[in-house]
């Protein structure tokens, strides 16, 4: 069992930036990990997504990162906008195995979420 945490949101204003934490219960290194946000009245979105040797799928102002702490993941949103208001979740994919690591991947671990305010 992989139970996360999400923490490092707050509100700020737009133009700053943000490096949200993801730390989990267990050893993630070896899991395809991704961020996914989703902000009230909208479908749940995938941000960013990192594999387990490192290569990642990332949108724009985000980058997902590994800490060399194996239980923790880093999102930096930079240059943040109104936009960006939501709720962010860090997700794990249930299995460690070789495949490939992209935000179509299965996740079968959530967060509970941080909440990621920008005002203008």
């Known amino acids: 069992q992989v139970q996360l945490v999400e923490s490092g949101g707050g509100s700020v204003q737009a133009g700053g930036s943000l490096r949200l934490s993801c730390t989990s219960s267990?050893?993630?290194?070896?899991?395809?990990m991704a961020w996914f946000r989703q902000a009230p009245g909208k479908e749940r979105e995938g941000v960013a997504a990192i594999s387990a040797t490192g290569s990642y799928t990332m949108r724009g102002r985000f980058t997902v990162s590994r800490d060399d702490d194996p239980k923790t993941l880093y999102l930096q949103i930079n240059n943040l906008e109104p936009e960006d208001t939501a709720m962010y979740y860090c997700a794990a994919r249930g299995t460690t195995d070789v495949r490939p690591c992209n935000l179509k991947s299965d996740f079968n671990y959530w967060g509970q979420g941080t909440q990621v305010t920008v005002s203008s």
């Open positions: 267990t050893d993630i290194s070896s899991r395809c």
